[in-house]
């Protein structure tokens, strides 16, 4: 018998990025611009930390 891991399954997952809200894909969320980089994915000479070099976050639309 073959033991699985527990976490097996949360290494299936995307990795979020510091700024991202949710996971790529999620009901109500949308890709949008990085607000530290301003969407380059660099700051200075490093990559952004933020948006982990993408220049893009996942965040929430809409509201109520």
Known sequence: MTSTPKDQ???DR???NPGD???PGTP???????P??????RI?????Q?????GTIIEGIGGA
């Open 36 to 41: 530290e980089c301003k969407g380059s994915g």
């Open 50 to 54: 933020t948006c982990g070099g993408t």
């Open 14 to 16: 995307t990795k979020l």
């Open 9 to 11: 399954a949360g290494s």
């Open 44 to 48: 200075g000479a490093a990559a952004c």
């Open 28 to 34: 109500g969320t949308g890709e949008n611009v990085c």
């Open 21 to 23: 809200q949710a996971e």
